[in-house]
């Protein structure tokens, strides 16, 4: 057997080998998400089973300054982020180069934009009857409660929309599924410490994890 040809079959059997270490990994990532995932929610249900017990949910305290009649009902380390467009080139050329980066014939270029997650800032992420508050290094964010389109839980973070807001926001959680339960229900019950005849259904399904 020729060397060149030894040499050959000794690269292909690198990067097989390679590719299958890359899918296996990849396929542990998203199975450990999953698992993560499931906790989360079940975590999740659990707590809000419990807020459905008492009749609603248990005042936290915090250091921010609230408003007459707000009260706060979640507190924790966050970061926030905001989708960013980013530009991605490619390059169609026909022709050789006869040095780096200078080529002899005709080619073409395009480009397109894409939104990517980027994070922002690192604050607080305050929840209250009335707004959801990030109070950040570089400054505080507060979207009220009544503009808010909808919220929903990501793999380690919540994304909420709000009214004339293009874009919308991502604040990250260490579960994002209760946080998500706490939030809907600051904004869809008159007053989420005390229920009375009211009622709330939420579905903790679980999202995508992204291949």
């Known amino acids: 057997m020729q060397p060149a040809y030894v040499l050959l079959l000794s690269i292909v059997a690198i990067f097989v080998v390679l590719a299958v270490l890359k899918a296996n990994a990849v396929k542990s ?16 249900a659990h707590f809000f089973h419990n807020v459905q017990s008492r009749r609603g949910l248990e005042p936290v305290a915090t250091n921010l300054l609230l408003k ?18 980013v530009r991605v080139g490619t390059n169609n050329r026909v022709g050789f180069r006869v040095a780096r980066g200078v080529w002899v014939g ?19 992420l305050v929840i209250t009857n009335r707004r959801i508050i990030f109070d950040g290094q570089m400054g505080t964010r507060s979207l009220e409660m009544s503009k ?16 004339n807001r293009q874009k919308s926001s991502g604040f990250s959680c260490a579960n994002p599924f209760k ?10 019950m008159p007053d989420p410490g005390k229920f009375g005849t009211d009622t709330i259904e939420l579905d903790f399904t679980l999202p995508p994890v992204a291949s």
């Open 29 to 44: 990532n998203r199975e450990e998400q999953r698992r993560k995932n499931e906790s989360n929610a079940a975590e999740a």
């Open 68 to 85: 007459a009649g707000e009260t706060a009902y979640h507190a924790e380390p966050s970061d926030l982020y905001e989708p960013r467009a």
């Open 106 to 124: 005709t080619g073409t270029s395009q480009s397109e934009s894409t939104d990517v997650w980027k994070k922002i800032d690192s604050g607080l």
């Open 148 to 163: 808010i389109v909808s919220i929903s839980p990501q793999s380690d973070a919540i994304e909420v929309s709000v009214e």
């Open 179 to 188: 946080v998500w339960a706490i939030g809907n229900t600051c904004a869809r």
